[in-house]
């Protein structure tokens, strides 16, 4: 496919690297050459100065033969106009970024009188992801799949849940259940679960199945699966908006601390229930003086990878019931990690993700469509939710009968408002949705699990 990107941000350039190793003709636009310098000598892609919203040079970009034109500015409004003036030009597809609450309420309306295929919120996305997490405090995270039929939550694997030392085998024998452990990763090595895998402590397992079973089986465990009823928030981001309005809604009170004192006027107006202190997050007296440890979760939403990995080292040292961090730069994300802060939500890969099932989705747009992408431990492994087509080759055939590639699982079907986890004797039909994790393969359609 033909793709143009405009934007060469912290979404832009994560998106081009991402799509670059994927069989892709690419072009990256943005005004700044020294921005584009990097992208030019890391990927293998064509860099092009000058504004996505000209038509000069959207034309050298070759849009008129554009499968797909993304536009990841940091503006809303260069956004809408570069994907208007693409469509007009030929472009195929167009995504746009979004992020204004304003103009995110309106995007129905903005797909339909301006086209656009696609709208992308980082931080709504951000936000819902950390309200998930909230949600069950044991995981570090949690995705869901089948709108909202299949949940895959990851989770370390501790002492004292029974789990470390028995083969998955014996534990379900011994505790019949209606969830699969999908992945799991070990010293840095990530494995597909067989019946036969022993996991141990300390290692970070996902498991897959409905929210019911899900909660079953973590209740089984002994590990508490919610009741998360206050959250602090530094930070007060646009992700601290979206959060507050989407935890509200499950009785959670929120408390938002923001330095800027326009900032925590305009919050206070937005967020009427919301307790919104004014001051310095950092500071041990202010911290000490507000009580902002003493929440049962923590969420640090700066725009400073710095703050937000001290001030989640400090409040894991505090005892906090669940922290979580918003991280963008690799080697932060090692450290938090590093430190016992597991729950780390990076917008950038969020909406790569997005974006990334999008592509894939419009490459087999005949076949069993790709309706949704997951990339837990840092790509080493993906969860992807495809639809069943017609043209899927194996309908109606027992799984055990299925040649699947090495390093491959189906791990859940959606059927009729159903979840199911598969034994080898389930088949997979027309209009399924059907999760498949997959160790180090590219997956554009649901024909190519098998060898």
């Known amino acids: 496919m033909k793709i143009i990107i405009i934007g060469n941000g912290k979404v832009g350039y994560t998106l081009a690297r991402q799509l670059s190793g994927e069989d892709h003709d690419l072009v990256l636009i943005d005004r700044s050459a020294a921005a584009l310098q990097n992208a030019d000598s890391t990927l293998d892609i064509l860099c092009t100065e000058g504004s ?20 990841v500015t940091g503006s809303d409004e260069l956004n809408i106009v570069c994907c208007l003036i693409a469509k007009k030009l030929g472009a195929r597809h167009t995504v746009a970024r979004i992020r ?28 819902a992801e950390i309200s998930r997490i909230l949600r069950v405090p044991s995981a570090f995270s949690v995705e869901t799949f089948a709108r909202g039929l299949v949940e895959l939550i990851g989770f370390p694997i501790m002492e004292s849940d029974g789990l470390a030392g028995l083969s998955l085998f014996e534990y379900n024998k011994k505790h019949p259940n209606g969830v699969l452990m999908c992945a799991a990763v070990r010293g840095g090595v990530v494995h597909v679960p067989n019946g036969r895998f022993v996991p141990q402590v300390g290692d970070k397992a996902y498991m897959i199945g409905s929210t019911q079973e899900l909660a079953k089986f973590f209740r089984a465990l002994g590990r508490d699966s919610g009741h998360v009823r206050s959250v602090t928030a530094l930070g007060g981001s646009r992700i601290a908006t979206y959060l507050t309005w ?4 499950v009785g959670m009170k929120v408390r938002i601390v923001e330095q800027d004192h326009a900032k925590c006027l305009s919050l206070s107006e937005q967020l009427p229930n919301a307790q919104v202190i004014e001051g310095d997050g950092t500071d041990s007296d202010f911290i000490e003086a507000e009580g902002l440890l003493g929440s049962d979760a923590f969420v640090a939403l700066t725009n400073r990878d710095e703050e937000n990995l001290l001030m989640a080292m400090t409040a894991q040292r505090h005892g906090v019931k669940k922290v979580i961090a ?15 802060v597991d729950s780390i939500i990076s917008p950038k890969l969020i909406t790569a993700n ?8 419009l490459a087999r747009s005949e ?18 939710e495809f639809t069943a087509s017609p043209n899927t080759k194996f309908l109606d055939t027992p799984l055990k009968d299925l040649r699947l590639k090495p390093g491959m699982l189906v791990a859940a079907i959606a059927r009729e408002g159903r979840t199911i986890i598969p034994d080898g004797s389930a088949s ?6 059907v999760v498949v994790m997959a160790k180090s393969l590219f997956l554009r359609d649901l024909n190519d699990i098998l060898q």
Not at 105 to 113: G, H, W
Not at 326 to 340: A, L, Q, T, V
């Open 52 to 71: 996505g919203a000209s038509i000069k040079v959207l034309l050298e970009a070759g849009v008129r033969q554009a499968d797909l034109v993304i536009a």
């Open 100 to 127: 204004s609450p304003e103009y995110y309420r309106e995007a129905n309306l903005l797909k339909r009188e301006i086209g656009l295929n696609m709208i992308i919120n980082p931080e709504f996305a951000a936000a």
């Open 246 to 249: 989407a935890v509200e809604k």
């Open 326 to 340: 918003k991280m963008n730069r690799p080697n932060y994300i090692e450290m938090m990690r590093e430190s016992g």
């Open 354 to 361: 997005q974006i990334s099932a999008y592509v894939r989705s």
């Open 367 to 384: 076949g069993s469509a790709v309706e949704n992408l997951y990339k837990p431990l840092g790509g080493a492994i993906e969860a992807v």
């Open 428 to 433: 997979i039909h027309a209009g399924d949705r």
